[in-house]
């Protein structure tokens, strides 16, 4: 599997960025895809995470509210619609593919360890 993501950008707070992520390869084979994030010095954290099938959707607390993923399977492609951005929300950007569904952890949908393919990160800055 392969995955590429696109959209980041510069914006202002409160304003708004929709970022993409295709998938290629052996799509069949995903169980679920998901955004983490990582700014400059901290370890990558969990933004969102979706369902290839039935669509449930999880996300971080930091985002609630504020951001929603989405995904069309016709195009393998995932979303992640980001309003009301703030300054900390600054970050790269990385999705990721859950294809061995280990489901290791209570909080696994959160967990680095559960997801087997990532695609290049792309950065979000957002000025205050």
């Known amino acids: 599997v392969q995955l590429q993501a696109s959209g980041g950008g510069l914006v202002q707070a409160g304003g708004s960025l929709r970022l993409s992520c295709a998938a290629s390869?052996?799509?069949?084979?995903?169980?679920?895809m998901a955004w983490f994030r990582q700014a400059s010095g901290k370890d990558r954290e969990f933004v969102s995470r979706i369902s290839w099938s039935g669509g449930n959707t999880y996300y971080a607390d930091a985002v609630q509210g504020r951001f929603t993923i989405s995904r069309d399977n016709a195009l393998n492609t995932v979303y992640l619609q980001m309003n009301g951005l703030k300054p900390e929300d600054t970050a790269f950007y990385y999705c990721?593919?859950?294809?061995?569904?280990?489901?290791?952890?209570?909080?696994?949908?959160?967990?680095?360890?559960?997801?087997?393919?990532w695609g290049q990160g792309t950065l979000v800055t957002v000025s205050s």
């Open positions: 390869g052996r799509t069949f084979s995903i169980d679920g």
């Open positions: 990721a593919a859950d294809v061995l569904n280990r489901r290791v952890g209570s909080r696994w949908y959160a967990s680095i360890i559960n997801y087997d393919y």
